[in-house]
């Protein structure tokens, strides 16, 4: 090589993969951490597959390749060959962005070629994505089709859910529930071992629907019940000795709602009555019947302009986090993986910005006043905060409150209590 030309490499080597970053035009890459940036592979596409690390000097992409060298980087990123000496002059010029000295650089018929050899790539990668997508989608509802069955060909009235549910509201007389339904035999399948998922119990299931916003049935929520069990359910333990929960969801539950009191089977949808413009959401089904059954007891009049539904857990109720709000909890602290006690973070207060409407689920456009029953057995300031945070998210004070049971209670619970006492 020529000394212009040794001096042209030597220059290459020296920049770094954030600058050459900057000069091949991936000035389009977000932030992930202090030092990272990632974002769509100008080569193969997609949406984060591409990756620097600025203070590592280093770059990634998942579609093949990665290191420390700028040079190597803008040959993916340009198709390049650095095995072929033109080429890898190509790669130097445009980390430097001066041109390959004494005319050395790739004919132009060289770079026509490598240019249509990039689109090609990239159409292909391109395609594999969507391919990839339409396969998840297809697979999401087959799920939601499956749970849709599942509810659909639950008992209405079946005497065990009625049972149960009178036994866990403290006898009261109970509003009408027609989305409540049973199966007889329900299996309960558990782990995911070599032998494939344990059939761990065999009995009867609650089965509640889970609706989207335009009355849809997208999922469906499962509580195995036994009336000698704990709270009228199986005890149901793994191989060590672990509490599982009696609870599964199937299909598609972000963004849905369980109708419980106050919504009509309108054709195949489930929706709310229009008349009711008040909602009622707990995380549980037996908690949020139960402030139902304490506003038909008293004050009817109230009752009869309320919607009540369960939002399944405390992550649809609550949606997501604005990560800035994270915080220490106070007092408790979990081992990390050398057994040292941290500080456990807790999701903050404030929501997400930008939310989709599937990060959790949407009151009915026309409800002008929500009201969310807190949940007082699970942990409190995880709960305090989740809570503050759906309140926010549904409009604030003014739209919005939080009802609280007393400590370690939940109004379920409470009604026990109540109809013990009386
Ligand atoms: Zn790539």
């Avoid at 490499?9 to 993969?17: H, K, N, P, Q």
């Avoid at 402030?291 to 369960?310: I, K, T």
């Avoid at 739209?399 to 109004?411: L, M, N, S, T, V």
Wanted: charged residues 25%.
């Amino acid at each position: 090589m020529s000394d212009a030309v040794d001096l042209f490499v030597e220059d290459a080597r020296t920049i770094s993969v954030a600058d050459a970053a900057d000069r091949l035009g991936l000035g389009g890459l977000r932030r992930a951490g202090t030092a990272e940036r990632i974002g769509p592979c100008p080569a193969c596409g997609g949406t984060d597959r591409f990756g620097i690390n600025t203070s590592r000097n280093v770059w990634n992409c998942r579609g093949g390749g990665g290191g420390h060298d700028a040079i190597g980087m803008a040959a993916h990123v340009l198709g390049l060959d650095v095995t072929r000496r033109d080429d890898f002059l190509e790669a130097c010029s445009a980390v430097t962005g001066q041109a390959v000295p004494d005319g050395q650089g790739e004919s132009e018929e060289r770079r026509q070629l490598r240019l249509a050899q990039l689109v090609e790539r990239r159409r292909l990668a391109e395609e594999r994505a969507d391919r990839r997508e339409a396969e998840t989608n297809a697979y999401r509802e087959g799920e939601r089709q499956k749970a849709r069955d599942k509810w659909r060909q639950g008992l209405p009235g079946l005497p065990t859910v009625d049972a149960y549910l009178r036994a866990r509201l403290g006898g009261h007389e109970l509003p009408p529930l027609p989305f409540l339904r049973g199966v007889e035999r329900e299996f309960y399948w558990h782990g995911e071992g070599e032998g494939g998922p344990v059939l761990l119990h065999t009995g009867v299931a609650m089965v509640a629907p889970f609706v989207d916003p335009a009355g849809l049935v997208i999922g469906c929520h499962l509580t195995w019940l036994d009336q000698h069990g704990p709270k009228g359910r199986p005890l149901l333990v793994d191989g060590g000795g672990e509490r599982l929960p009696t609870k599964k969801m199937r299909g598609t539950k972000k963004g849905g709602l369980i109708p419980l009191v106050g919504w009509t089977m309108v054709g195949g949808t489930i929706l709310p009555d229009l008349a009711r413009r008040r909602l009622v959401v707990g995380e549980g089904i037996e908690n949020t019947v139960a402030a139902a059954v304490v506003e038909m007891e008293g004050d009817p009049e109230l009752f009869a302009r309320s919607l009540y539904a369960a939002a399944g857990d405390l992550g649809n109720l609550a949606g997501p986090a604005d990560p800035k709000s994270s915080f220490t909890h106070p007092s408790l602290k979990r081992p990390d993986k050398n057994g040292k006690p941290r500080a456990v973070r807790v999701q903050g207060h404030d929501p997400k910005p930008d939310q989709a409407l599937d990060d959790a689920f949407q009151p009915p456009a026309h409800v002008d006043e929500i009201l969310l029953l807190g949940d007082a057995d699970s942990e409190p300031v995880a709960t305090m905060a989740a809570m503050m945070r759906a309140r926010a998210r549904l409009g604030g004070k003014g739209r919005a409150w939080i009802a609280w049971p007393p400590a370690g209670k939940d109004f379920a619970d409470v009604l026990c209590g109540v109809s013990e006492a009386a």
